[in-house]
């Protein structure tokens, strides 16, 4: 694997990867690497010939009382997981490299719908930063395909938003969540989990799946329903910031005749704030129901 910290030799090695006529397919990350980024590398690997990962903790989409300087760090390891999983290249800026003007001047790429909900609502700005960095990621590599992992469902739809909008010619690709054997979803903010909260950290998941099964068997008040979820997730323990069961495509508060619904959570435990998310699709009524 061939390591870059420099936008100019980044590119320099995919256009020789382009001109063998490679497909090219990126896996953003901001490293802390665990199974469920390896999981995304290797998805890129069944459709591309040159997968790039790039681990940059971009501080752009955290908010000024965020965990951007205890995000985890661990970029020898990360390096040593690539390598063991094939991946070709590893692009690793430093933040001037990124951001050679600095952030406050820095233009930003906004998408206007999607961004100030859910994960928007308790952190404004942060889908800024995100389609901000990953825009430049994508003019600096011009992937084919790019993998974003489905536990981050709204900063997926928020992507896939970017690149209609803005007509980029890339392919957004989804790689599904990768569990713990009890269902928390992996995350590298689990790192941040004590020794008390980590066996009861999958609340939010049960919770989740408990609002899945109820609609299945029938109920449809899902207002109702988000709420009695979140009086699970407290009574486990934990401080909710939000249960809310969405239209899968357009993240709206789901409408009694929607099919595809997105079951959403974030939760705080005592030094992370931890998302997750069950889609579904709505069995339809019987005409007696
Ligand atoms: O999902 C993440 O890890 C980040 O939001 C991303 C997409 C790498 C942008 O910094």
Not at 13 to 29: D, N, S
Not at 114 to 136: Q, Y
Request: aromatic share 6%; with cysteine.
């Amino acid at each position: 694997m061939q390591v870059f910290h420099h936008i100019r030799s980044m590119r320099e090695a995919l256009a020789a990867a382009r001109r063998e006529g490679k497909r090219i397919g990126l896996v953003p990350t901001m490293g802390n690497l665990h199974d469920a980024h390896i999981a995304l590398v290797h998805q890129a690997q069944s459709t591309c010939d040159c997968v790039v990962v790039s681990v940059f903790v971009n501080r752009l989409q955290f908010g000024l009382n965020e965990d951007w300087d205890k995000y985890p760090r661990t970029l020898p390891e990360d390096t040593a997981k690539l390598e063991a999983a094939g991946c070709d290249f590893l692009f690793c800026p430093e933040e001037t490299e990124m951001y050679p003007n600095g952030m406050d001047g820095q233009t930003r790429v906004v998408v206007p719908t999607m961004t100030d909900i859910l994960c928007g609502a308790s952190r404004p700005g942060h889908f800024e930063g995100v389609t901000t960095v990953v825009a430049k990621f994508f003019n600096i590599v011009e992937p084919d395909e790019a993998v974003f992992g489905i536990k981050d469902f709204q900063q997926l739809a928020v992507i896939r938003r970017m690149v209609e909008d803005l007509c980029l010619p890339v392919q957004i690709t989804a790689g599904s969540i990768v569990r713990a054997d009890d269902g928390l979803a992996l995350s590298s903010r689990n790192s941040f989990l004590d020794e008390d909260e980590r066996p009861r950290a999958n609340q939010l998941y049960r919770s989740l799946r408990w609002v899945e099964d109820q609609v299945t068997d029938g109920r449809r008040d899902y207002l109702t329903l988000a709420k009695e979820a979140a009086e699970q997730i407290e009574a486990g323990g934990f401080k909710v910031d939000y249960v809310s069961i969405r239209h899968s495509r357009t993240l709206m508060p789901a409408a009694d005749d929607d099919r595809e619904i997105t079951i959403l959570g974030a939760m705080y435990t005592r030094g992370a704030r931890l998302i997750d998310n069950v889609s579904m699709q709505v069995p339809a009524r019987t005409p007696e129901e």
